[in-house]
């Protein structure tokens, strides 16, 4: 499966889901990579697979509510949903570079790997308009690498819905991000470019870090 987002909706007892993991597992450098961590609570129930670059949210079914602290076998996984993917692209520091220190968000990145599984492949196929009204066609289909940065997503996907993230001092400061609410995408991007006072005009160069794919809203 190349398109990522078809997983959305899917339970965690899916062969399909199964597959897929299975599949990526076999091209990550970890042994063990197909085994999550289990997060649980009333609400939502988060698997991370640190080695695989992967988080996935899934959502009870009403009248289901997991005690928080179960174990993945204590789910009912048939009362569970896929609500939406995190991958990560996420670099490799030395442990002497003290970018990789600092905020607790930045530890949390830094438990996951690299996605292993590229190019991602997305259906966005459609129009979009501009600021002076001008109508773009899209591609049928983008092709998300390591690499792909700011500019390559809008200029595919035209001006994002909801954005946010870039204000104050470089050090410490929430990185640029963009969702195409109707499309099921957001991005959060990573970098020096991505922070600070000039993150917005620097952001078209900026690496994307998280890559959040849910299920496309309509009207928004």
């Known amino acids: 499966m190349s398109n990522v987002r078809n ?63 179960l174990t993945l076998s204590e ?4 009362q569970l949903v896929l609500d939406s993917v995190d991958i990560y692209n996420i670099p490799k520091r030395a442990s002497s570079d003290p970018k990789s220190k600092g ?6 990145e830094l438990a996951f790997s690299s996605f292993p ?38 200029q595919c996907l035209g001006e994002p819905d909801r954005k946010g993230g870039g204000a104050g001092p470089s050090s410490g400061s929430i990185g640029i991000w963009c ?10 991007f990573g970098g020096d470019e991505a922070r600070g006072p000039q993150a917005w005009e620097r952001g078209k160069d900026a690496v994307w870090k998280v890559m959040t794919l849910f299920a496309p809203q309509a009207g928004k």
Do not use: C
């Not at 789910?75 to 048939?78: G, I, P, S, T």
């Not at 109508?135 to 500019?151: A, I, N």
């Open 179 to 188: 969702e195409w609410s109707k499309d099921g995408i957001m991005i959060e």
């Open 7 to 69: 997983l959305v909706g899917l339970r965690p007892s899916s062969e399909k889901l199964s597959h897929y993991l299975e599949s990526l597992a076999s091209r990550a450098p970890t042994p063990d990579a197909a085994t999550p961590e289990v997060k649980a609570y009333p609400d939502a129930v988060y698997m991370n697979y640190y080695g695989l670059g992967l988080s996935l949210l899934f959502s009870p079914r009403p009248g289901y509510k997991p005690k928080a602290g």
């Open 75 to 78: 789910l009912d996984k048939d």
């Open 117 to 154: 599984g590229f190019p991602i492949t997305l259906d966005v196929g459609g129009i979009w308009e501009d600021k002076d009204n001008k109508v773009h066609t899209r591609p049928p289909q983008l092709q998300v690498t390591l690499q792909t940065t700011g500019k390559e997503f809008v």
């Open 103 to 108: 905020s607790s968000s930045r530890s949390a």
